[in-house]
T-cell receptor
Framework: DVKVTQSSRYLVKRTGEKVFLECVQD?????MFWYRQDPGLGLRLIYF???????EKGDIPEGYSVSREKKERFSLILESASTNQTSMYLC???????????FGPGTRLTVT | ELKVEQNPLFLSMQEGKNYTIYCNYSTTSDRLYWYRQDPGKSLESLFV?????AVKQEGRLMASLDTKARLSTLHITAAVHDLSATYFC????????????FGEGTQLTVNP
């Protein structure tokens, strides 16, 4: 059974903290994605990766970085968390163009 | 730039009624995906449509794809309360690489 897991379902951090969100997939997928979802704004792509150590900026990369050292793991890093980064963060993976995309359960991050 | 538009964005309907959600997209593609999202949860794959004329059905939901019209429909038959959720369509495009382009989502409420 296909699985994408995220390290935390809920996370509360303080302004200025460095935050790591981890995503792991067990499907040997090439492509992994980080989205954020806010009410009324739909899904917005932050970063994606099409191979180990490769990354591409999405639509809203400012304030975020990513790391992909192993194929199965894709990390989203908030270098200095701010209150406007309070959001639901969704990780996803897919094998290739034309393949189905699978989502993790999401991490609801609150920055106070 | 690929644009994906859903119509309507909000839909309130009574149990037992039929309705259709529309998904229009702006560039050539023959791969379209439908997802469901329950409040506070992640996205769950509903249908994968991979060719012109493709039709898929699951319970009270039926999805179809017309690549010539650049249109997909998600038809709801005899709605029940359990179908209340937000529905997203997403499109592949050769120019977008491995990333999907999502519509804004249609928030469906089925009233008893």
């Amino acid at each position: 059974d296909v699985k994408v897991t995220q390290s935390s379902r809920y996370l509360v951090k303080r302004t200025g903290e460095k935050v790591f969100l981890e995503c792991v997939q067990d499907m040997d997928h090439e492509n992994m994605f980080w989205y954020r979802q806010d009410p009324g704004l739909g899904l917005r792509l932050i970063y994606f990766s099409y191979d180990v150590k490769m990354k591409e900026k999405g639509d809203i990369p400012e304030g975020y970085s990513v790391s992909r050292e192993k194929k199965e793991r894709f990390s989203l890093i908030l270098e200095s968390a701010s209150t406007n980064q309070t959001s639901m963060y969704l990780c996803a993976s897919r094998l290739a163009l034309g393949g189905e995309q699978y989502f993790g359960p999401g991490t609801r991050l609150t920055v106070t | 730039e690929l644009k994906v538009e859903q119509n309507p964005l909000f839909l309130s309907m009574q149990e037992g009624k039929n309705y259709t959600i529309y998904c229009n997209y702006s560039t050539t593609s023959d791969r379209l995906y439908w997802y469901r999202q329950d409040p506070g949860k992640s996205l769950e794959s509903l249908f994968v449509l991979l060719s012109n004329g493709a039709v898929k059905q699951e319970g009270r939901l039926m999805a179809s794809l017309d690549t010539k019209a650049r249109l997909s429909t998600l038809h709801i038959t005899a709605a029940v309360h359990d179908l209340s959720a937000t529905y997203f369509c997403a499109v592949d495009s050769e120019t977008s690489g491995s990333r999907l382009t999502f519509g804004e989502g249609t928030q469906l409420t089925v009233n008893p």
